[in-house]
């Protein structure tokens, strides 16, 4: 992942051939995102959903309520964070995992490339006979 955007590719709306994910290296910071989005994680999200959704109406002020005052308090900021947070370790694990050996269904949006690559790698070598 990119640190600063490619050149022209950083705008409204999220670039599927170059995403700009600047918040996965700003939630594993521990603490400062809770000092600045506590009581305003509805900031954050309003940006998220123009962002990343095709249709901003399809999240409608109500939902957008709901999500903003479950997100803005300390714990719930810290909590989400966490996720954030574990990847260093989820990569160190997940060289220890074996193939799937079970159908995977993989559901994603923009950066579903990235996606089906994960679990590419993790499906097994298909021996065709012959």
Same mark, same amino acid.
């Given at each position: 992942?990119?640190?600063?955007?490619?050149?022209?590719?950083?705008?409204?709306?999220?670039?599927?051939?170059?995403?700009?994910?600047? +918040? /996965?290296?700003?939630?594993?910071? @521990?603490?400062?995102?809770?000092?600045?989005?506590?009581? %305003? =994680?509805?900031?954050?999200? !309003? +940006? /998220?959903?123009?962002?990343?959704? @095709?249709?901003?109406?399809?999240?409608?002020?109500?939902? %957008? =309520?709901?999500?903003?005052? !479950?997100?803005?308090?300390?714990?719930?900021?810290?909590?989400?964070?966490?996720?954030?947070?574990?990847?260093?370790?989820?990569?160190?694990?997940?060289?220890?995992?074996?193939?799937?050996?079970?159908?995977?269904?993989?559901?994603?949006?923009?950066?579903?490339?990235?996606?089906?690559?994960?679990?590419?790698?993790?499906?097994?070598?298909?021996?065709?006979?012959?």
């Amino acid at each position: 992942m990119l640190l600063l955007p490619e050149a022209g590719t950083f705008g409204d709306k999220i670039d599927e051939d170059h995403p700009y994910l600047w +918040w /996965f290296a700003f939630h594993q910071v @521990k603490g400062m995102p809770e000092e600045l989005l506590e009581g %305003r =994680a509805g900031v954050e999200q !309003a +940006w /998220f959903f123009r962002y990343m959704l @095709k249709d901003e109406k399809a999240i409608d002020a109500r939902d %957008r =309520a709901v999500y903003a005052t !479950a997100y803005s308090s300390r714990d719930a900021i810290r909590a989400g964070n966490a996720w954030y947070q574990a990847f260093s370790q989820d990569i160190v694990d997940d060289g220890t995992y074996p193939k799937l050996s079970v159908p995977v269904l993989g559901l994603g949006g923009p950066g579903y490339s990235r996606l089906k690559a994960a679990l590419d790698a993790k499906r097994p070598t298909r021996r065709r006979s012959g």
